[in-house]
T-cell receptor
Framework: AQSVTQLDSQVPVFEEAPVELRCNYS??????LFWYVQYPNQGLQLLLK??????LVESINGFEAEFNKSQTSFHLRKPSVHISDTAEYFC?????????FGAGTTVTVRA | DTGVSQDPRHKITKRGQNVTFRCDPI?????LYWYRQTLGQGPEFLTY????????KSRLLSDRFSAERPKGSFSTLEIQRTEQGDSAMYLC??????????FGPGTRLTVL
């Protein structure tokens, strides 16, 4: 069995400030880890993924996440957010076919 | 290719009625998945297909729910005798094997 816990349900942040979204997972086998983003009234989009190799993964829009096996974490960070980053963010773990999602973290960026 | 599409985008129905949703995956993808998302929660896995074969069904998928993927192309999800607790966003995703899952925009079901 696998599960994901997102430790923050709401994260308000000012524009150009850093943000960190915390994600912890549990699984009895090796896993793949993902962050998905859902903008208002849109579908889920893959933000970044960890499959193997380097534990630090980056997205094209400035987000990064670090896989920490000993702490079973996959926290998401961005050093400077924009208004357009306002969205809901979901951490997910996969065992090949089934994605198990956390409850989500709503990020609200204010000017 | 325009990605995963779902129809309808919104469905309002009365309790006890049957509803059917359609998902068209990305054309070369052999896997298709259905998830359900309720307010304030992340998506929950319902079922998935490899080509036309339904390989796993979640315990969330009661006997009122049935999914098909004839010929390994589009898929339908039918809910019979809808209940208010069925109100949710139903998401479809597709992938090429075990690679990244691409999600559709979802069908929002409201059961009155």
């Amino acid at each position: 069995a696998q599960s994901v816990t997102q430790l923050d349900s709401q994260v308000p942040v000012f524009e150009e400030a850093p943000v960190e979204l915390r994600c912890n997972y549990s699984s009895s086998v090796s896993v793949y880890l993902f962050w998905y983003v859902q903008y208002p009234n849109q579908g889920l989009q893959l933000l970044l993924k960890y499959l193997s190799g380097s534990t630090l993964v980056e997205s094209i829009n400035g987000f990064e996440a670090e896989f920490n096996k000993s702490q079973t974490s996959f926290h998401l960070r961005k050093p400077s957010v924009h208004i357009s980053d306002t969205a809901e963010y979901f951490c997910a773990v996969s065992n090949d076919y089934k994605l198990s999602f956390g409850a989500g973290t709503t990020v609200t960026v204010r000017a | 290719d325009t990605g995963v599409s779902q129809d309808p985008r919104h469905k309002i129905t009365k309790r006890g009625q049957n509803v059917t949703f359609r998902c068209d995956p990305i054309s070369e993808h052999n896997r298709l998945y259905w998830y359900r998302q309720t307010l304030g929660q992340g998506p929950e896995f319902l079922t998935y297909f490899q080509n036309e074969a339904q390989l796993e069904k979640s315990r969330l998928l009661s006997d009122r729910f049935s999914a098909e993927r004839p010929k390994g192309s589009f898929s339908t999800l039918e809910i019979q005798r809808t209940e208010q607790g069925d109100s949710a966003m139903y998401l479809c995703a597709s992938s090429e094997g075990g690679n990244e899952q691409f999600f559709g925009p979802g069908t929002r079901l409201t059961v009155l």
